[in-house]
């Protein structure tokens, strides 16, 4: 159980690039980060493209002027001159400028957390995670609903053979909010998203699906993609060569076999995120707008909903446990879980503690690669026409 007592020796300092006042993002990073408040401290910022907005949002942050910076170069550049400057640094800003970022970030000696898609191809991704190996310092990705603790009971489950040898995977993320070509005109967070040049090869794989694919290889860590089909168009047409809607098929190495639907033309739907493994002797479901249930359903047996808090779960899912059962926890309880545990990863590091960092499940840059290789052969197997493609 978590109570906010410290984990670590004092909180890291932080910054955050991007994530500024109009940002979809921002808010859940520092909910994420500031929950406990001894795991990190927002000590400055470069928060806005724009930079007097940027500036304006900070004070209202209660950020200290001075440390307020017109961009990121020059945050790096003049917190490495202070005593007590910047440790590590979120980045919450479009995907195209990541990897830069990221990059200059590690130069300047910080630890990295960094939004989704980590990068654009999973070459960029290898030469930064070398680059963080050099500095010895962490790279963190923000798969926020992945900190949701029932998935670790589901973990736990199919660990202890709960259900069976698992058969079907079945995976969904979907909204409706992009049925209409509206918010490409009129939202700047919508208007970058369907742009290659800003958002890279995809949209809808990499802005919804890579979460759930991460959260299927947490729940599973054993469970390898062998080959994919992808099949993807954009029912609005000036989104193309870009997809609003994408159905994949997976067959993984022990022979289970997958889907995933990731959609933001799912008109209406406003509960469309949901992981269902189905094992040769019962089923688990965890659908995100019940966060604090897990559905067991065992061939034969009533069905059973398991509820967040409870003493009967596994302990490595009550270890992120924070409100107690009968009170409702959610997304930025979720996020907490995730930033303490980054905090937890680079001081860690900092200490040379590799036995902490082997051990610690959190999504690190090799879940960034991940991400980046599921959309390289989503869109591989898409673009030569929904083809089976070994998972490279
Ligand atoms: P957004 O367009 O709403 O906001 C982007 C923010 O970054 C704005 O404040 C903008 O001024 C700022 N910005 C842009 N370029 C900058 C730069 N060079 N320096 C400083 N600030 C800069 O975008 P968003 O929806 O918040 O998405 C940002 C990132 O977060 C994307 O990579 C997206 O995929 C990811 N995202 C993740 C989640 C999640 O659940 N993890 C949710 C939403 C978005």
Same mark, same amino acid.
């Given at each position: 159980?978590?109570?906010?007592?410290?984990?670590?020796?004092?909180?890291?300092?932080?910054?955050?690039?991007? =994530?500024?006042?109009?940002?979809?993002?921002?808010?859940?990073?520092?909910?994420?980060?500031?929950?406990?408040?001894?795991?990190?401290?927002?000590?400055?910022?470069?928060?806005?493209?724009?930079?007097?907005?940027?500036?304006?949002?900070?004070?209202?942050?209660?950020?200290?002027?001075?440390?307020?910076?017109?961009?990121?170069?020059?945050?790096?550049?003049?917190?490495?001159?202070?005593?007590?400057?910047?440790?590590?640094?979120?980045?919450?800003?479009?995907?195209?400028?990541?990897? #830069?970022?990221?990059?200059?970030?590690?130069?300047? =000696?910080?630890?990295?957390?960094? #939004?989704?898609?980590?990068?654009?191809?999973?070459?960029?991704?290898?030469?930064?995670?070398?680059?963080?190996?050099?500095?010895?310092?962490?790279?963190?990705?923000?798969?926020?609903?992945?900190?949701?603790?029932?998935?670790?009971?589901?973990?736990?489950?199919?660990?202890?053979?709960?259900?069976?040898?698992?058969?079907?995977?079945?995976?969904?993320?979907?909204?409706?909010?992009?049925?209409?070509? #509206?918010?490409?005109?009129?939202?700047?967070?919508?208007?970058?998203?369907?742009?290659?040049?800003?958002?890279?090869?995809?949209?809808?794989? =990499?802005?919804?699906?890579?979460?759930?694919?991460?959260?299927?290889?947490?729940?599973?860590?054993?469970?390898?993609?062998?080959?994919?089909?992808?099949?993807?168009?954009?029912?609005?047409?000036?989104?193309?060569?870009?997809?609003?809607?994408?159905?994949?098929?997976?067959?993984?190495?022990?022979?289970?076999?997958?889907?995933?639907?990731?959609?933001?033309?799912?008109?209406?739907?406003?509960?469309?995120?949901?992981?269902?493994?189905?094992?040769?002797?019962?089923?688990?479901?965890?659908?995100?707008?019940?966060?604090?249930?897990?559905?067991?359903?065992?061939?034969?047996?009533?069905?059973?909903?398991?509820?967040?808090?409870?003493?009967?779960?596994?302990?490595?899912?009550?270890?992120?446990?924070?409100?107690?059962?009968?009170?409702?926890?959610?997304?930025?309880?979720?996020?907490?879980?995730?930033?303490?545990?980054?905090?937890?990863?680079?001081?860690?590091?900092?200490?040379?503690?590799?036995?902490?960092?082997?051990?610690?499940?959190?999504?690190?840059?090799?879940?960034?690669?991940?991400?980046?290789?599921?959309?390289?052969?989503?869109?591989?197997?898409?673009?030569? =026409?929904?083809?089976?493609?070994?998972?490279?």
């Amino acid at each position: 159980m978590l109570n906010g007592e410290k984990k670590i020796s004092r909180p890291l300092r932080w910054a955050m690039v991007g =994530g500024g006042r109009s940002s979809q993002v921002g808010y859940k990073h520092r909910t994420g980060a500031l929950r406990d408040n001894t795991a990190f401290q927002l000590v400055a910022g470069a928060f806005d493209i724009d930079a007097d907005r940027g500036k304006d949002f900070g004070v209202n942050l209660g950020v200290a002027e001075d440390r307020l910076y017109p961009d990121y170069q020059t945050m790096f550049s003049e917190e490495a001159k202070r005593e007590d400057g910047i440790e590590a640094v979120s980045i919450a800003t479009p995907n195209g400028t990541h990897y #830069e970022i990221c990059k200059a970030a590690l130069e300047a =000696g910080l630890h990295v957390i960094c #939004e989704k898609p980590l990068f654009f191809t999973s070459d960029e991704v290898r030469e930064v995670k070398a680059l963080a190996e050099e500095k010895g310092k962490i790279v963190g990705v923000t798969y926020g609903f992945s900190g949701n603790q029932m998935l670790l009971q589901m973990r736990a489950m199919i660990e202890q053979g709960k259900i069976g040898e698992i058969r079907v995977v079945d995976l969904q993320y979907t909204h409706g909010f992009s049925c209409n070509d #509206e918010a490409d005109k009129t939202s700047e967070a919508q208007k970058w998203r369907v742009d290659p040049k800003v958002a890279g090869p995809s949209f809808v794989l =990499g802005d919804l699906s890579t979460h759930t694919y991460y959260m299927s290889q947490l729940i599973m860590p054993h469970m390898k993609i062998k080959e994919l089909l992808c099949d993807r168009q954009s029912f609005v047409g000036s989104r193309a060569p870009l997809e609003d809607n994408a159905h994949i098929l997976m067959h993984y190495e022990n022979g289970a076999v997958g889907t995933m639907w990731t959609s933001s033309i799912n008109a209406g739907c406003m509960d469309g995120h949901r992981i269902r493994i189905v094992g040769s002797k019962a089923s688990l479901e965890w659908w995100d707008s019940k966060p604090n249930e897990l559905t067991y359903e065992v061939q034969g047996e009533p069905v059973q909903t398991l509820i967040r808090g409870m003493s009967y779960l596994d302990d490595s899912c009550n270890t992120d446990e924070r409100l107690a059962a009968l009170h409702q926890e959610g997304l930025s309880d979720a996020w907490a879980n995730i930033y303490l545990k980054f905090a937890i990863a680079m001081d860690a590091k900092n200490r040379g503690d590799e036995e902490t960092l082997k051990n610690l499940v959190y999504p690190d840059i090799d879940a960034g690669l991940e991400g980046v290789r599921w959309i390289e052969n989503c869109v591989r197997s898409a673009d030569k =026409g929904a083809v089976w493609v070994n998972f490279e």
